[in-house]
């Protein structure tokens, strides 16, 4: 397991941009498959973005596909997303999260549903979008 602490978030206006960061404690990061998901009060918690344990694969919910980037560097044990043309609807607390992939391909992703990220979760950072 590793330990995440996700930090970046705040309040921007719509059309704005924020970089979420979450930092992974642990020598192993390179062999995890790193997640962003999202919860918005009185709903589920949903996937934003992925990206493999080589960095070589992403993927992002279609609600912010183009808008959304994420990346990591395994020399300093962080991924990060970089969120432009922020929406209202982008409000939520997000939460980093790691599946270890060491026994897979380089390139895979877990699916994007909750129950497939069963490992470590960071504590969550709140993002506020203002109309």
């Known amino acids: 397991q590793v330990q995440l602490v996700e930090s970046g978030g705040g309040l921007v206006q719509a059309g704005g941009s924020l970089r979420l960061s979450c930092a992974a404690s642990?020598?192993?990061?390179?062999?995890?498959?790193m997640g962003w998901f999202r919860q918005a009060p009185g709903k589920e918690r949903e996937f934003v973005s992925a990206i493999s344990r080589s960095g070589g694969s992403t993927y992002y919910a279609d609600s912010v596909k183009g808008r959304f980037t994420i990346s990591r560097d395994n020399a300093k044990n962080t991924v990060y997303l970089q969120m432009n043309s922020l929406k209202p609807e982008d409000t939520a607390v997000y939460y980093c999260?790691?599946?270890?992939?060491?026994?897979?391909?380089?390139?895979?992703?877990?699916?994007?549903?909750?129950?497939?990220?069963?490992?470590?979760w960071g504590q969550g950072i709140q993002v506020t979008v203002s109309s």
């Open positions: 642990g020598r192993t990061f390179s062999s995890y498959a």
């Open positions: 999260a790691a599946k270890d992939a060491s026994r897979y391909y380089s390139a895979y992703i877990p699916r994007p549903d909750f129950g497939s990220w069963v490992g470590s």
